[in-house]
C-alpha cells in the first residue's frame, strides 16, 4: 500500500499517488472494507484476509503492483496469493500466522515488464513510459521527441512517434483528423488532410503506437505536424511484455522492420499475439 503522503512531497520530490479506483476490476466494496479496517496498516497478506478481503480482490491489488510497503513486488505477491497451503485464521479478529516453510524467490521483473502491467492494470505508470525504453530504437529512426518540437523551426522535415492517445474527426473539419500521441517528454498533435487519410487509414486506426512523417506547424505557441506518411510502430511495444533484455530479440523471433521502411504488406504480418501485446498497454480515445 502506498504509504501517506504530506503536502504531495517526499523526501523532497513531488509525488503522486493513485486511488484504488483506477485499478481494473477492483470493487468498491473492497477499496472501502480495507480503509475500514486499515488502523496502523496491513503487516501481511493474511491480515488482509482477515480483513475480509478475498483472494480475488488481492490479485487485483497484487496485479496494481499494491504490496510494495510488504516488501513484495507484482510477481512474488501474485505468487503469495495465489499459494494454495495456507492457514486461515480460526476467529475473526485474530491474525492467521504466515505461510511455514521457505519462501520462493521468484524472479525480479524487468522495469519494462512493470510498465506494460501498470498500463493493462491501471492504464497508466508512475514507474516510466513505454517509449522510454524504446528511445534508443527511435532515436535509430530520427524520431525526434515531443518536447524537442517546441524548438523546431516553422516549416522543417520531422518524424515523431508516440503512443496514440486520442482520434478526432470532427464533422465540421471537412474530412481532416486530428490525432494526438504521446512520448516520455509529452504530447504532441498531428494533422491528417484527407488524401493522407484515406492512403494510411489501416494504419491509422489500428495503431497502437503510431510513427509519422510530416512538417512542422507553428502558430504562435501552437505546435502541430501536418503528416505526410504515417507507419504501424505497435510490434515494437512487443519487446516491452516479454524481452530477454530491453530491446534485445528473442530466440526465432523475427526482426522488427526498420522504422522508415515499412511497406503495406508489413502491416498484416503481425500475429494474433503481437497485437495483443500492443493492447495491453490499453486503448486510445477516439471521437468522431
Not at 480495507?34 to 478481503?53: K, S
Not at 483472494?55 to 510488504?70: G, I, K, M
Not at 501552437?222 to 530466440?251: E, T, Y
Not at 522508415?260 to 495483443?276: H, I, L, N, T, Y
Request: glycine fraction near 10%; hydrophobic fraction near 40%; charge should be positive.
Amino acid at each position: 500500500m502506498p504509504l501517506p503522503l504530506r503536502g504531495g512531497v517526499r523526501g523532497g520530490v513531488c509525488a503522486v499517488r493513485l486511488g484504488f479506483r483506477l485499478i481494473a476490476s477492483f470493487r468498491a466494496e473492497d477499496a472501502l472494507l480495507l480503509l475500514r479496517h486499515r488502523g496502523a496498516g496491513y503487516a501481511t497478506l493474511n491480515a488482509l484476509r482477515d480483513a475480509g478481503l478475498t483472494d480475488a480482490a488481492l490479485e487485483r491489488l497484487a496485479d496494481a503492483d499494491a504490496f510494495r510497503s510488504l516488501g513484495l513486488d507484482r510477481r512474488q505477491a501474485l505468487w503469495e496469493v495465489s499459494t494454495k497451503d495456507r492457514p486461515q485464521a480460526l476467529f475473526e479478529g485474530h491474525t492467521a500466522p504466515d505461510a511455514l516453510g521457505e519462501a520462493v524467490q521468484l524472479p525480479l521483473l524487468l522495469e519494462s515488464e512493470h510498465v506494460v502491467q501498470d498500463y493493462n492494470a491501471q492504464g497508466l505508470s508512475l514507474k516510466a513510459h513505454p517509449l522510454h525504453f524504446l528511445r534508443p530504437e527511435l532515436d535509430r529512426g530520427l524520431c525526434v521527441r515531443a518536447i524537442d518540437l517546441l524548438t523546431i523551426p516553422h516549416g522543417t522535415p520531422v518524424r515523431v512517434a508516440g503512443l496514440v492517445l486520442v482520434r478526432q474527426r470532427p464533422g465540421t473539419a471537412k474530412g481532416v483528423w486530428f490525432m494526438t500521441l504521446e512520448d516520455e517528454t509529452g504530447t504532441c498533435n498531428l494533422v491528417l488532410f484527407p488524401q493522407v487519410v484515406e492512403t494510411y487509414k489501416r494504419r491509422i486506426v489500428g495503431a497502437r503506437l503510431f510513427v509519422a512523417d510530416g512538417t512542422v506547424q507553428r502558430e504562435g505557441i501552437v505546435v502541430h505536424v501536418i503528416v505526410k506518411k504515417g507507419w504501424d510502430g505497435s510490434r515494437l511495444l512487443k519487446k516491452l511484455a516479454s524481452p530477454p533484455g530491453p530491446l534485445s530479440k528473442g530466440a526465432g523471433e523475427e526482426p522488427t522492420p526498420e522504422l522508415g521502411k515499412v511497406s503495406r504488406a508489413d502491416e498484416g504480418k503481425s500475429s494474433m499475439e503481437d497485437q495483443r501485446k500492443a493492447k495491453e498497454l490499453g486503448k486510445s480515445r477516439d471521437f468522431r
